[in-house]
Nanobody, 126 residues
Framework: VHLVESGGGSVQAGGSLRLSCAAS???????????LGWFRQAPGGRREGVAG???????SYADSVKGRFTISQNNAKNTLYLQMNSLKPEDTAMYYC??????????????????WGQGTQVTVSS
C-alpha cells in the first residue's frame, strides 16, 4: 500500500481546501474496522486524528473539526478526500493520510495506523 497526499497550500482564515490521497494497493478486504483517515501534526505538537472512514462509509471526526471538515472516498479511484471549510489558524499543520485498524467501526479517526503517507502542508493565516 502506498499513500500519496495532495492539495495542501496556504489560505486565509475562513477559506477552504480539499485534500486528496491516492491509496494505491489498498483494499478494505471486507473488514469493517479497517480504516482510512486523516491525521495532522502542528509544529511542536503531537500527531492527532482528524477524520476517518471505513468500508461501509461510516465517518468519524475529532471534535475540533466537526461541522467544518468532511471525509469522503471514491472507491472506484481508490482515492480519499478531506474537504476543509471555515479554516482557522489553529488548523495549520502537516496533514497525513493513513490506513490502519480501529477499536470499533465508528471510530476510525482514532485508528492504530499501519501505513502513513508523506504528508501535505496546510497553512491558515489570520
Amino acid at each position: 500500500v502506498h499513500l500519496v497526499e495532495s492539495g495542501g497550500g496556504s489560505v486565509q482564515a475562513g477559506g477552504s481546501l480539499r485534500l486528496s490521497c491516492a491509496a494505491s494497493g489498498f483494499s478494505y478486504n471486507g473488514y469493517i474496522r479497517n480504516c482510512l483517515g486523516w491525521f495532522r501534526q502542528a509544529p511542536g505538537g503531537r500527531r492527532e486524528g482528524v477524520a476517518g472512514i471505513n468500508s461501509d462509509g461510516s465517518t468519524s471526526y475529532a471534535d475540533s473539526v466537526k461541522g467544518r471538515f468532511t471525509i469522503s472516498q471514491n472507491n472506484a479511484k481508490n482515492t480519499l478526500y478531506l474537504q476543509m471549510n471555515s479554516l482557522k489558524p489553529e488548523d495549520t499543520a502537516m496533514y497525513y493520510c493513513a490506513t490502519g485498524w480501529s477499536g470499533s467501526a465508528s471510530d476510525c479517526y482514532t485508528m492504530a495506523v499501519n501505513i502513513w503517507g508523506q504528508g501535505t502542508q496546510v497553512t491558515v493565516s489570520s
